[in-house]
């Protein structure tokens, strides 16, 4: 006879960055994140913060914690809340299953109590009212009444797939109103140092812009023959 797998496999112990490096992307906009990763790293369009968060939900930055839970199942879910740590961002993978929701406000409240930085998931939601008034950062791809089963299988702690990119425990993700950014763990230090780049360079485009700028002369060799062709 075939042995039964267990419903839910659960990594509880992995490496975490140091919280003042996830700290040093505090401020930081998910663009300037993205091109600090090479104009790449974000999740499906499709998920955003609850529709009427207020500002104070529309952004976050924190550990991904990955769970994985099958269509119309938050099993991983539940396992991931029993191991959560403070300053941890739940990524919640449904296989982008919106049939039924995988968290409600009730969840989303304990998650606030463990101390949890935000949700973001390529599922559903709901009890919308509810969760605006946790007042926890909560991302996904949209809404639905129905619950969720608890059947497994289910994984914590792992590596998922979601909203067309790998989120492995440890990576660091940043959300504002734009989306959801994913930075390797591995490339963090280099993400750090390139994005406070990017936002020096940008205040300072910002200005010219301000004075009236119309077109960067960078931009100009754009423009150079061999470069164009133009057809007047």
Same mark, same amino acid.
């Given at each position: 006879m075939l042995e039964t797998p267990p419903a839910l496999t659960v990594r509880r112990t992995f490496q975490?960055?140091?919280?003042?490096?996830?700290?040093?992307?505090?401020? +930081?906009?998910?663009?300037?994140?993205?091109?600090?990763?090479? #104009?790449? =790293?974000?999740?499906?369009? !499709?998920?955003?913060?609850i529709a009427g968060a207020p500002p104070s939900m529309q952004s976050f930055v924190g550990t991904a914690f990955p769970c994985m839970n099958g269509p119309a199942d938050q099993l991983g879910l539940v396992g991931a809340l029993a191991y959560a740590k403070p300053g941890d961002v739940l990524v919640v993978g449904t296989e982008a299953y919106l049939g039924t929701a995988v968290i409600g406000d009730l969840m989303a409240g304990m998650l606030l109590n463990c101390g949890v930085a935000g949700l973001v998931t390529d599922g559903a939601v709901r009890d919308t009212p509810g969760i605006i008034g946790v007042g926890l950062p909560v991302y996904? +791809?949209?809404?639905?009444?129905?619950?969720?089963?608890?059947? #497994?299988? =289910?994984?914590?702690?792992? !590596?998922i797939s979601i909203g067309g990119a790998t989120v492995n425990p440890g990576d660091v993700v940043v959300g504002d109103v734009d989306g959801v950014v994913v930075v390797p763990q591995d490339a963090l230090d280099g993400v750090i140092e390139h994005v406070r780049e990017i936002r020096r360079m940008e205040t300072e485009v910002e200005a010219k812009v301000k004075d009236g700028l119309t077109?960067?002369?960078?931009?100009?060799?754009?423009?150079?023959?061999?470069?164009?062709r133009f057809v007047d």
């Amino acid at each position: 006879m075939l042995e039964t797998p267990p419903a839910l496999t659960v990594r509880r112990t992995f490496q975490r960055p140091p919280r003042e490096a996830v700290a040093a992307l505090e401020g +930081a906009l998910t663009g300037q994140v993205a091109d600090a990763l090479g #104009g790449l =790293g974000a999740l499906d369009a !499709a998920i955003k913060p609850i529709a009427g968060a207020p500002p104070s939900m529309q952004s976050f930055v924190g550990t991904a914690f990955p769970c994985m839970n099958g269509p119309a199942d938050q099993l991983g879910l539940v396992g991931a809340l029993a191991y959560a740590k403070p300053g941890d961002v739940l990524v919640v993978g449904t296989e982008a299953y919106l049939g039924t929701a995988v968290i409600g406000d009730l969840m989303a409240g304990m998650l606030l109590n463990c101390g949890v930085a935000g949700l973001v998931t390529d599922g559903a939601v709901r009890d919308t009212p509810g969760i605006i008034g946790v007042g926890l950062p909560v991302y996904c +791809a949209g809404v639905s009444p129905n619950s969720p089963q608890r059947n #497994g299988p =289910g994984t914590v702690g792992l !590596a998922i797939s979601i909203g067309g990119a790998t989120v492995n425990p440890g990576d660091v993700v940043v959300g504002d109103v734009d989306g959801v950014v994913v930075v390797p763990q591995d490339a963090l230090d280099g993400v750090i140092e390139h994005v406070r780049e990017i936002r020096r360079m940008e205040t300072e485009v910002e200005a010219k812009v301000k004075d009236g700028l119309t077109y960067p002369d960078s931009w100009r060799a754009y423009l150079e023959p061999g470069a164009a062709r133009f057809v007047d």
